[in-house]
């Protein structure tokens, strides 16, 4: 959920995410098949660090590997409901991490189309075709919005965090 949280990635990215597509080096996810096909995304500081402290199953090379047989888990909705519905966050899914990640962004003063490139969006130019690495103001823009949002998950978890009731926007 964090990692989410912390990429703005989709659900099903994350779930079917392999080692193999991660550059801890530089920061990034190399995402073979994504919702837009084959996908560059920059880390966050809180990301890359939370990979790091993963262990690895012998054997799979998913990140998140199933619990009973072959493949990756697939059970993060159920469990997101669960911590949801715990937290008393009527409305919020999944998907609202992906959006909230893009809200901060925003916040922070980051323009559409860094947003759009943090997120995976494609790019319909022509040089965006040619890039095939992410440049060093992208990576720090990850970064600054990961640590923005672990610092606000951080002050949720502190007993002195004030609860403020999260609605469904009226327009998506």
């Known amino acids: ?14 779930e079917a995410l392999r080692w193999s597509e991660i550059d801890l080096d530089r920061s990034v996810l190399r995402m073979a098949d994504t919702k837009t096909g084959a996908s560059l995304r920059p880390l966050s500081g809180p990301a890359v660090e939370l990979l790091k402290s993963l262990p690895r199953l012998e054997g799979s090379d998913f990140v998140f590997p ?30 609202t991490l992906r959006h909230s990640f893009a809200s901060v962004a925003n916040e922070l003063g980051y323009t559409e189309p860094t947003i759009a490139a943090m997120l995976g969006h494609s790019l319909s130019s022509t040089t965006s075709r040619y890039v095939h690495h992410l440049d060093s103001v992208l990576i720090a823009a990850a970064g600054r919005v990961g640590r923005e949002i672990e610092g606000r998950l951080e002050g949720l978890m502190a007993d002195s965090a004030e609860i403020v009731s999260l609605t469904r926007p009226a327009v998506i």
């Open 1 to 14: 959920v964090r990692l989410i949280a912390w990429t703005g990635a989709r659900k099903g990215e994350i």
């Open 66 to 95: 199933a619990t009973k047989g072959a493949g990756h888990y697939q059970a993060l909705p159920k469990v997101f409901r669960k911590i949801a519905a715990d937290a008393e966050l009527a409305g919020v899914t999944l998907h």
